[in-house]
């Protein structure tokens, strides 16, 4: 009798079957499955004039002046974060270092918030450099963040708006920030807040802020204030969020209600943080800035210049430049585009005065 043994081929499909549907679930882990990061890349630089309006006084000269944003993608992929590995000025990014503990709709919240302080600085420091009346009405100080171990953790919240310290109304971020920095590790303070319209009160004892020695309340501040002024200046930047926007709103504000044609229809990009009297601050992400106003073809970039000082390196060690960083990516795409360094809006104005005089 002969023994007739059975196929393999059956088992043979069937292991390449569920090779395939492995490969395939694999692919899609790679390709598909979102990541916990994001990465940073160059974004956009946009023309202010559909975004900033005063009152009576169209801009319609030749060029522009952009503000510059960073882009982010994500979550991303495994197979993103790959190729990241091999794209100039792009970076990877934890969410946690992103969005901290927020979620992706406290996080634009936040952005709206620091958008509006910054146009809001942006309108003060314009008209104070022109010598136009403009009035500032200081309503506190925004709560941006809370941290994990702040002894006002769980009593504040994301988009309130801390009023007095200890009885005491405070006219700038900054003097509130002065105070705070005055007291004991320790020692108490009562925050008068408001929170959807009505006001709260929460006491504490000031913990001792993360790699430093001053005592703070562990939450992250911008100002809320309104501003009123005569020609009316309104900003409304659509979806663009954050404050790097501040200097280039203030350029734009400055040169429509003195009527001058400073940029003599060129494109003009720049980025930086402002305060009400004009000082020019540092920002994160202007190597992808420099890119994208590079890509639009800009011929000034202006850059915040606030050199690595002891004391700002003993805060933090990894602090570089602006001004240097951006001076070293235009070296990397060979463009040429002039980086300028500011300090202030009046660096700025004088700058633009001087180049518009050259090319009159």
């Known amino acids: ?21 492995i490969a395939v679930v694999l692919l899609a882990v790679f390709f598909l499955i979102p990541t916990n990061y994001y990465l940073e890349v160059p974004g956009s ?31 991303a992929s495994p197979a993103l974060l790959l190729l990241s590995k091999v794209q100039a000025h792009t970076d990877i990014v934890s969410k946690q270092d992103l969005m901290g503990n927020d979620s992706s709709a406290e996080y634009d919240q936040l952005q709206a918030y620091y958008m509006k302080s910054a146009a809001n600085n942006a309108v ?19 709560v941006m963040s809370v941290l994990p171990q702040s002894p006002f953790k769980g009593k504040l919240a994301l988009g309130d ?42 006491t504490g004892k000031l913990m001792r802020l993360p790699q430093t020695k001053r005592a703070g309340i562990g939450i992250t501040l911008t100002e809320n204030t309104a501003v009123t002024s005569e020609p009316k200046v309104t900003i409304d930047a659509g979806n663009i969020g954050g404050p790097s926007a501040g200097t280039m709103f203030a350029l734009q504000i400055y040169t429509q209600i003195t009527h001058q044609n400073l940029r003599r229809g060129a494109v003009i990009a720049g980025t930086g943080t402002i305060d009400s009297d004009g000082n020019v601050g540092q920002i994160g992400g202007i190597d992808k800035k420099v890119v994208a106003a590079d890509a639009k073809g800009a011929k000034l970039f202006f850059a915040p210049n606030q050199p690595a ?29 002039k980086i300028v360094p500011v300090k202030t809006l009046q660096d700025v104005i004088r700058y633009m005065e001087t180049y518009a005089k050259s090319v009159s």
């Open 309 to 337: 000082t002891k004391k700002l390196k003993h805060y933090d060690p990894n602090y570089v430049n602006n001004y240097a960083e951006a001076v070293e990516t235009a070296k990397q795409i060979k463009t040429k585009m």
């Open 45 to 75: 630089a946009e023309s202010l004039k559909p975004y900033v309006k005063v009152s009576g006084n169209k801009d319609d000269a030749k060029g522009a002046y952009m503000l510059t944003t960073v882009g982010v993608v994500g979550p």
């Open 124 to 142: 003060a420091a314009a008209f104070k450099a022109a010598k136009m009346p403009v009035k500032t009405e200081h309503l506190g100080i925004y």
């Open 1 to 21: 009798m002969t023994l007739i043994k059975p196929s393999n081929q059956k088992h043979r499909r069937w292991r390449w079957l569920i090779g395939l549907l």
């Open 161 to 202: 708006t801390i009023t007095e310290l200890n009885g005491q109304h405070y006219t700038t971020a900054d003097a509130y920030v002065n105070a705070i920095k005055s007291k004991k590790v320790g020692s108490s303070l009562t925050l008068t807040y408001q929170h959807k319209g009505k006001t709260k009160q929460a």
